[in-house]
């Protein structure tokens, strides 16, 4: 993954006529479509129907002032409550008709809006044709590799004029994890602990059978995974109890599911991961995998999975990125609940290594 970032920059750099000394000349960029974009300057209205590019925009943009509208999804799931609430007020008062269900964009409400550029996904060129037929400016992003969500951060670099703050990000980011990598380097392959996301306990248990996240940098490997590309995975108890995961790992998303449910299940309580209560609540920094700050779960995941010495002062680096990111500084509260310290108390060895 880090060698993809560093030639994903070069690439993109190549393309563009944007330097220092000019911070508004005019740029130009690939996007995830191969088509160029060419801006004369960076846009002073941008609406947004990717569900998680406000936090994007945002972060690099370093203000919400050119964000002129976005996704209702993106009101409903990042900003009525949590963190971002918290350390984005101004994200909440967005207008919020780009795209009402899903990611079909409502035209005319963006033509009202006047916006200099829509960034839009790619995967679908009904979701983009509409825009450019009434002659708007779109940047396609695709879905759903690590190294797309590393693209979305050059992407609005270029697109904001501040590929200063892109790079500064991704530079946080690749350091983090090449410590991590120098960290879990020397474990053995065979000791590695399996884990398990699972999102939703019923009748049926959903889990991640192939997400973007490397966890090979965590030092864990996944049970589920297989060559199917398939994410999500539907399974009944006894294919649980066949791949019986050393851990568990709930996804931040799976706002209604916690440790102790699964501690309380008795149908779950032959599990390895449920007798040593080694089932842990994600972090709110992996509320959404686009999210600049994602990168924090692979050392988050290296701590529960093998102990303290792999995340050294993981208090301070988030503070750190949290900082460089939003500007924000996290005071004690917000930063219990950013670990889900409460939700994780029942967990074994949590609040000795986050608390």
């Known amino acids: 993954m880090i060698t993809r970032v560093g030639t994903c920059l070069a690439l993109l750099m190549a393309l563009s006529v944007f330097s220092p000394a000019a911070l508004h000349a005019e740029t130009a960029f690939i996007d995830h479509r191969g088509k160029t974009i060419t801006l004369q300057e960076p846009p002073k209205r941008v609406v947004t129907i990717v569900r998680s590019t406000p936090i994007i925009y945002r972060a690099i943009d370093d203000t919400a002032e050119h964000i002129a509208g976005m996704n209702k999804d993106s009101l409903d799931r990042y900003f009525t409550k949590g963190i971002y609430t918290e350390i984005l007020p101004e994200m909440s008062s967005i207008d919020i008709s780009a795209a009402q269900e899903g990611f079909v964009p409502n035209v005319e409400a963006i033509l009202a809006m006047k916006p200099d550029a829509v960034i839009q996904w790619s995967h679908d060129e009904k979701l983009i044709e509409p825009l450019e037929r009434v002659g708007l400016k779109v940047v ?67 889990i991640i059978a192939n997400g973007s996240q490397d966890l090979s940098l965590s030092g864990v490997t996944n ?13 009944d108890f006894e294919q649980l109890l066949v791949w ?107 609040v000795e290594i986050f608390g």
């Open 140 to 206: 396609g992003w695709k879905c759903c590799t690590e190294q797309d969500r590393l693209d979305y951060l050059t992407l609005t670099g270029y697109m904001t004029g501040r590929n200063d703050r892109a790079q500064a990000i991704l530079q946080s980011q690749l350091d983090t994890l090449k410590m991590l990598e120098n960290q879990v380097a020397g474990l053995e392959e065979a000791s590695l602990p399996s884990v398990l996301h699972v999102d939703q306990v019923g009748d049926q248990i959903r």
């Open 244 to 350: 019986n995961p050393d851990m568990i790992v709930i996804p931040a998303y799976a706002s209604e599911l916690n440790p102790q449910d699964f501690f309380d299940n008795p149908l779950l309580s032959n599990l390895a991961a449920v007798k040593a209560k080694r089932v842990y609540k994600q972090p709110v920094f992996a509320r959404t995998p686009d999210a600049p700050e994602i990168f924090l779960t692979s050392v988050w995941l290296a701590a529960v999975a093998h102990g303290a010495d792999y995340a050294p002062e993981f208090g301070t680096i988030i503070q750190d990125v949290y900082k460089l990111i939003y500007g924000a500084d996290l005071n004690g509260d917000q930063m219990k609940a950013i670990l889900e310290l409460e939700n994780n108390t029942p967990a074994k060895n949590y």
């Open 223 to 235: 049970p589920a995974a297989d060559d199917s590309g398939e994410w999500w995975r539907t399974v």
